[in-house]
């Protein structure tokens, strides 16, 4: 079955440090994938998506490139704030008409001033 | 415009007991999804709603659950009886016909303790 895997957390970086999120994922079709992001008390956050290989997702400073040959999406941002503190999700949906997504299982994100 | 809101944001309850949570979709989106997040774990996928028929209950974990959306506008995810591995965070979400394609839009999720 379709599956991703996220590196695990919390992940505690100082402010203006570099953020790597690593994922991977199987998937028994050609897959969307995406990043969501939950900041404390509020629902999940589209942030980024990427619909096709090689495709580069972006949003608030944050990247992540769709690499069918490592199966790979992972997510970067060149100088985290404060702000960014929240749980980041990976997730895939495959286009087999069944719209569900498919969620790692979240990092959460820290980052101190 | 107003998101996906759930409700109620938190329910506690004894195990045994009946919760029902409600899920109102952005207006005008036929597309309604549950998924939970149990113990910090992976969020996953429950059932799917085209208006107000169900497209993919293939999440649902045992047929205590029972979801229903009523005219196709909100959503209720009853269980019933509750047990303690029912505990979680369930998400609502909802998503256009023919927009972006898999956007889905989540609520704040309703956090269950079943104790």
């Known amino acids: 079955g379709d599956s991703v895997t996220q590196m695990e957390g919390p992940v505690t970086l100082s402010e203006e440090a570099f953020l790597t999120i690593n994922c991977t994922y199987t998937?028994?079709?050609?897959?969307?994938l995406f990043w969501y992001v939950q900041y404390p008390g509020e629902g999940l956050q589209l942030l980024l998506k990427a619909t096709k290989a090689d495709d580069k997702g972006s949003n608030k400073g944050f990247e992540a490139t769709y690499r069918k040959e490592t199966t790979s999406f992972h997510l970067e941002k060149g100088s985290v704030q404060v702000s960014d503190s929240a749980v980041y999700f990976c997730a895939l949906s495959v286009n087999t008409g069944r719209r569900a997504l498919t969620f790692g299982s979240g990092t959460r994100l820290q980052v101190q001033p | 415009e107003a998101g996906v809101t759930q409700f109620p944001s938190h329910s506690v309850i004894e195990k045994g007991q009946t919760v029902t949570l409600r899920c109102d979709p952005i207006s005008g989106h036929d597309n309604l999804y549950w998924y939970r997040r149990v113990m910090g774990k992976e969020i996953k996928f429950l059932l799917h709603f085209v208006k107000e028929s169900k497209q993919d209950e293939s999440g649902m974990p045992n047929n205590r659950f029972l979801a229903e959306r009523t005219g196709g506008t909100y959503s209720t995810l009853k269980v019933q009886p509750a047990e303690l591995e029912d505990s979680g965070v369930y998400f609502c979400a909802s998503g256009q016909t023919g927009g972006a394609r898999y956007e889905q839009y989540f609520g704040p999720g309703t956090r269950l303790t079943v104790t």
């Open positions: 998937a028994t079709g050609y897959p969307s």
